[in-house]
């Protein structure tokens, strides 16, 4: 069924290559380089001589630039009210640091860090402590090359 006789397998290698050898084999980097582009009919479509596929696609319509102000601008009424309430979350402390984190990342908010490093430290994991103290680490150097 589906072109495989029944006395064939279909499992995906060749010559008993591991898949990692078969997906990178320069044979195939050779046929495809060799591969003429008349074959593709996608590529010949795409031709770029063409001023019209060469062109670059037309803008958004208004009536959709305008839902994506709104939305940013929901987003952003949401956000500032947020922002007081998020001590009021019943939230562990990992869930408070990508909460926080969060809050930073959408507000690009530098002042909202000391209570991510905060959160940070309160988790009693190593490994997630570890990981969130370097994102905190990565959001400062993120503010201050910016700044800079």
Partial sequence: MFGIQNDQTNSGHHDNQP????????????????APAAADPVA??????????????????AQDQQSADDLLNIKQQALSQLSPLVGHLDQSPEEKFRTTMMMI????DAAMIPQAYQAAQAITDEKLKAQALLDVVNE???FTQKSA
């Fill in 140 to 142: 400062i150097n993120y």
């Fill in 19 to 34: 898949v990692g050898d078969v997906l990178t084999a320069p044979a195939m980097d050779a046929v495809v380089a060799d």
């Fill in 44 to 61: 010949t479509s795409f031709d770029a001589a063409d001023p019209v596929a060469a062109s670059p696609a037309p803008a958004a319509p």
């Fill in 105 to 108: 990342q959408a507000t690009d």
